[in-house]
């Protein structure tokens, strides 16, 4: 049970948007860096390009001169995307061993990493713009220079 007591929204009524909200930041396409707000595990129901299967939500964080981006990525988890999963968790610092990564999911929230992010067209309304993840970049270490904090 939690320490505050909740209170259910009316259809009809206004809202705030309060700590944590903000507003929509379009980035320019570039390479960023990110930290992962969080994960979750969900179950993907299948469509005209995949099958019914497991699926990971990933809300990335992104800290810009343009404000905060928050996109919440998915990774669906079949034979043909193992390619991009591999790339994530190389991406995040977990190590490649014979050409292959384990999903080392407890090492998720909190991860960073880079991406390189692209503006999408909504499939409902082209119009509309949205950040989205192309590619996600190889881990580098931090490199410490002596004599330098």
């Known amino acids: 049970m939690a320490d505050y007591e909740a ?4 259809w009809d009524d206004v809202v705030e948007k309060g700590e944590g909200g903000g507003d929509f930041v379009l980035l320019p396409p570039g390479d960023y860096d990110f930290t ?3 994960f979750e595990r ?3 129901p299948g469509g005209d390009r995949s099958p019914e299967c497991n699926k990971a939500m990933l809300k990335l964080r992104f800290e810009t001169p343009e404000g ?3 996109i919440t990525e998915s990774l669906l988890l079949y034979d043909k995307m193992q390619w991009k999963i591999a790339q994530f968790f190389l991406c995040i610092g977990e190590k490649e061993v014979d050409g292959k990564v384990r999903m080392n999911w407890p ?3 909190g ?4 991406a390189t992010i692209e503006v999408t067209p909504g499939r409902d309304d082209p119009s509309k713009k ?3 993840v192309k590619r996600y970049l190889p ?6 220079k002596a004599g330098t904090f």
């Open 7 to 10: 209170k259910e929204l009316g």
């Open 36 to 38: 992962v707000e969080s």
């Open 139 to 144: 881990y580098e270490p931090k490199k410490f």
């Open 111 to 114: 991860a960073k990493g880079k």
């Open 130 to 132: 949205f950040n989205h």
């Open 68 to 70: 905060t981006a928050l």
């Open 42 to 44: 969900a179950r993907h």
């Open 107 to 109: 090492a998720v929230p």
